[in-house]
Structure formats: C-alpha cells, structure tokens
Nanobody, 126 residues
Framework: QLQLVEAGGGPVKSGGSLSLSCAVSGYTVRPYYMAWFRQAPGKEREGVAAIDGRGNTIYADSVEGRFVISRENDKNNATLYLQMNSLEPEDTAMYYC??????????????????WGQGTQVTVSS
C-alpha cells in the first residue's frame, strides 16, 4: 500500500520561505506522477505543481517563479519536495502531496491522483 507523509509546514511571515517534503513508501513500482495540492478553507483543492518521472514539471500560474517542485527517487522510497519562496498570505492552506502511476499525462487535476497524504498546514501572516 502506497503511503505518503508530508512534513515541513508551519507558520511563516509574508515574503519568507518554507520547504515541504513528502516521503513516499510502500511501493514495488515507483509512482510516475507526483504533485502538490493545496486547499484553503472554503475553497476548492488546487493543483500547485506536478512532476513526472523524467523531471518534467508544471505549475499553477499563481506560484510560477516562486515555488519549485522536485523529487528524489531510490529503489524503495521516494521523496517529493516543494520549495516555496516569496510566500504571500494567499498561499495559506493545507498542502497535500499526491502520487499516481502511468495512465494519463502530466496534470494538476486532483481526480487523476489516486494516492494522497494527510496534509501539512502552511500559514503565511502579513
């Protein structure tokens, strides 16, 4: 059973930086697609950034140039990262990592990801 565990959230002031990580384990075949999503209270879940097994990335317009997604792979474990810079109060949300296998193109659409972590809260104060 694939397991995803996020870490690194917390409070930060506007303009600051924060780095999230997501430990992925429990697979025999490494998930090809991995992504970060976020959800603020009263808002829909938003795809922040996604990365495939070749290192191709896509970003939401709202974070392009400020956030960087990356991944590290080894045989039995993988780690997904999200480096967040120039944070704004609008970035406040619960951040989730997600993973999936082949079967679709690189996407930030939540319904295309089958495996999810429990989330880590990011709170940006002005």
């Amino acid at each position: 059973q694939l397991q995803l565990v996020e870490a690194g959230g917390g409070p930060v002031k506007s303009g600051g930086s924060l780095s999230l990580s997501c430990a992925v384990s429990g697979y025999t075949v490494r998930p090809y697609y991995m992504a970060w999503f976020r959800q603020a209270p009263g808002k829909e879940r938003e795809g922040v950034a996604a990365i495939d097994g070749r290192g191709n990335t896509i970003y939401a317009d709202s974070v392009e140039g400020r956030f960087v997604i990356s991944r590290e792979n080894d045989k039995n474990n993988a780690t997904l990262y999200l480096q967040m810079n120039s944070l704004e109060p609008e970035d406040t949300a619960m951040y989730y990592c997600a993973a999936d296998f082949l079967g679709h193109e690189l996407t930030r659409v939540a319904k295309n990801f089958k495996y999810w972590g429990q989330g880590t809260q990011v709170t940006v104060s002005s």
